[in-house]
């Protein structure tokens, strides 16, 4: 499997927001992720990832810490404290979600940082 990048998490937050949009669907933005070198299958789950965020839902796969950061940062910048808001609670339902599975430290202390941006 091909080490996700930068540029493959920036790529996965513009495609994300315009499936979240309903602008494309999640496959033709997975096959065009895929084609710079991105796994099909992690592209969707970034995909998943992001569009439940800008829609404040869960996901429950797997994504780096540092694609959740961008993440929250872009949708605070794109849809502002509001879109923020519901990014977190979608952070905080799949933190809920994978307590299950495994503890994820890193993303609750992202969670923590961003929570504490909020007016």
């Known amino acids: 499997m091909a080490e996700i990048t930068l540029q493959n998490i920036h790529d996965c937050y513009a495609y994300g927001k315009r499936v979240a949009e309903g602008e494309i669907d999640i496959g033709t933005a997975a096959m065009n992720i ?4 991105m796994d ?10 992001v569009r439940a965020m800008i829609r404040g839902e869960r996901y429950t ?10 993440y929250l940062t872009a949708i605070m910048s794109d849809y502002g404290f509001d ?3 519901k990014a977190l609670e979608s952070l905080r339902l799949h933190l809920e979600y994978q307590k299950k599975y495994q503890t994820l430290a890193g993303l609750k202390q992202i969670y923590d940082e961003f929570m504490d941006v909020l007016p």
């Open 34 to 37: 895929a084609r710079t070198g």
């Open 40 to 49: 099909l299958g992690s592209a969707r789950i970034y995909l998943r990832c």
């Open 61 to 70: 796969g797997t994504v780096k810490e540092i694609a959740v950061s961008h």
């Open 83 to 85: 879109g923020l808001r």
